[in-house]
């Protein structure tokens, strides 16, 4: 029985990386495997790096393009959101971000700017990517860039929990950036997970905390990693219909599931379908926890009410 | 002058009808030859690609708490396959959240 986890985190993608472990003592080589893959992962899927795969993918105008395993599987986990959402969390957002001023790594990103001139133009659309598993190639058509931003982070924090079980046989929790999986044996009342807009919200602070056994748990946000151009606040949700940032009646959706990537991808969409999202949830026996812009909180499924 | 036998007649219908029949089968017979060479080396859309909508929902069928795992190589090796060229829809938890109190010892939020 796991009593208290072992921790440690560092910076990583933007963001910070958390491992908990049941066993102290090998804790620095759970760390390294994660390490390992964060930095992978950075460097095929980073749209931000010049050297990263997926920028030489965007200018591949047109052409099938080798990749790598890793950045195959990312692709392929991204067009599965895509189809799974009905289309609302799209990797062919690429361009939209841009236009929007998320052009840049978000930590260089100027907070606020002059006005942009941008107009209703829905994205090109998950299905003008092309993959062709034979020779692990894909084909972006010339002028679409595609963005992993709503997905790579989940999926490599599944794989990373993944192989570090599988390496060290213990009970691990990974998080980046709030995007949380669990692999292994849990802790007796399980992992204790504080649920909030910002994942830099100290876990011992006041809220909802609900424990997990395994699977995984993520939350998206309208409130967080937010800037404004000509007094316009804009975030990074982009729904795909319209090509700007979603207009959603929710700010936050959290959601469990069996795996980070279900969880994360689930919690996207919600806040991209707005008012149909609890129904859309239910259908697929997620619990969820939505928090309104107004503040209102509904449970979805089994999500469990807020202890007093 | 005088016109074919009905009985001639009757046997050359029966001959254009026959030749009709075959000529449609032989059609469809290429026209699948055909798509079947073009599929063979036309680059197109993997199969592996998904292009439904609309799936419905997928029953639990996670057995214990670790999460699925797509795999690949990420030390050189060439498996590319993943979890997610099935067509298969979300799943939930193999176990719900539950509520607890006190406080976390991680934070689940945007980025």
Known sequence: VITAPAVTSFEALGTTVTLLLSRSDRLEDARSILAGEVDAIDRAASRFRSDSEIVRLNRAEGGWTPVSPLLFSAIEAALWAARVTDGNVDPTVGEALRLCGYDRDFASLVDSGPALEVSVTPVPGWQVVETRSGDRSVRVPPGVEIDLGATAKAFIVDMAAARIHEALNEGVLVSIGGDIAAAGPAPAEGWRVLVTDDHRTPPDSPGHTVAIHGGGLATSSTTVRTWTRGGQAMHHIIDPESGLPADSCWRTASVAAVSCLHANVAATAAIVRGEAAPAWLEKWSLPARLVGVDGRVVNVGSWPEATP | ?111
């Open chain 2, 1 to 111: 002058m005088t016109g074919p036998s009905p009985a001639r007649r009757d046997a050359g219908l029966r001959t254009l009808s026959s030749a009709t029949r075959w000529m449609v089968a032989g059609a469809v017979a290429l026209t699948g030859v055909f798509a079947g060479v073009a599929a063979h080396f036309v680059p197109g859309r993997s199969s592996s690609q998904p292009s439904a909508t609309g799936q419905t929902p997928a029953a639990s069928t996670s057995g214990g708490g670790s999460s699925p795992s797509p795999s690949y190589g990420s030390n050189g090796g060439d498996n590319a396959g993943s979890n997610y060229s099935s067509g298969s829809g979300f799943q939930p938890p193999s176990q719900a959240p539950s509520a607890v109190s006190g406080s976390g010892s991680v934070s689940s939020g945007a980025t």
